[in-house]
């Protein structure tokens, strides 16, 4: 196909996103992780395109509930964020590349595979929920994602940028926002993410002035990600 095709442009957003998964099948996981990423550098050096690649909010390691920037500290707690991290060292190898950290949701077919969709659903039943209170993220909704991503690719952008809502919001309180805004009740326990099995940071909040920067404009609030996604999902008929 690479010989086929002058591609300009090659996004991958390939990956193993199941951080226990990944966990237990470590060498699995770095075929699509790291070794496909691998694989497309030397490709975008050979065949001359601009690899964007899709990495994640994951690799940071903040100690407080503050916003992440592109040069603060990052660090592999799990085999997940640490196939990001290997996967941007080979990715950065072709200067013109372009490395998107992020954490985003939507709808897919099968609609509970997603965070959203897992969520209406169990709010439509009423499954009560085990709500995070100390895991802040910058989560976006992925038709907003990929604007953003198509403006930056046509400012020609290279290096790393992130990308996701211009505040930080626990995991509980984007749940409670998404319950009120579509007017259904929810039963809830109030938990740590702590409890999970597999460690990992829980403050990947992403601070966005960089991107706004290039963009000239100002990311989206956690608010209006929530409203954008009941939105898509009334369209979609999932609402």
């Known amino acids: 196909m690479f010989n086929k095709y002058n591609f300009k442009y090659v996004i991958n957003c390939a990956a193993y996103t199941d951080v226990t998964l990944c966990q237990k099948k470590n060498n699995f996981i770095k075929k699509i992780n790291v070794n496909l990423p691998k694989y497309l550098t030397k490709l975008s050096i050979s065949k001359n395109f601009k690899l964007v690649h899709i990495s994640s909010d994951s690799v940071y390691f903040a100690k407080k509930n503050f916003l992440n920037k592109e040069v603060d500290k990052t660090r592999g707690l799990n085999n997940y964020s640490k196939s990001k991290l290997i996967a941007e060292t080979f990715v950065k190898k072709n200067k013109k590349n372009l490395i998107i950290r992020t954490n985003f949701t939507g709808?897919?077919?099968?609609i509970s595979s997603t965070f959203i969709g897992w969520a209406i659903l169990s709010l439509?039943?009423?499954?009560?929920?085990?709500?995070?209170?100390?895991?802040?993220t910058s989560t976006l909704d992925v038709v907003s994602l990929s604007k953003y991503l198509i403006k930056?690719?046509?400012?020609k952008s290279s290096?790393?940028?992130?990308?996701g809502s211009r505040d930080t919001i626990s995991k509980k309180k984007f749940i409670?926002?998404?319950?009120?805004?579509?007017?259904?009740?929810?039963?809830?326990?109030?938990?740590?993410?702590?409890?999970?099995?597999?460690?990992?940071?829980?403050?990947l909040g992403l601070n966005c002035s960089k991107v706004e920067k290039k963009l000239n404009c100002k990311m989206i609030s956690s608010k209006q990600v929530v409203l954008n996604l009941i939105k898509e999902g009334k369209q979609l008929k999932i609402i």
């Open 107 to 110: 709808f897919k077919e099968k």
């Open 124 to 136: 439509k039943k009423k499954i009560k929920f085990n709500l995070f209170n100390d895991f802040y």
């Open 152 to 155: 930056l690719i046509n400012k």
């Open 176 to 203: 409670l926002n998404l319950a009120s805004n579509l007017n259904l009740p929810i039963n809830y326990l109030e938990t740590s993410c702590r409890m999970l099995s597999v460690k990992r940071s829980n403050y």
């Open 159 to 163: 290096g790393v940028y992130n990308i």
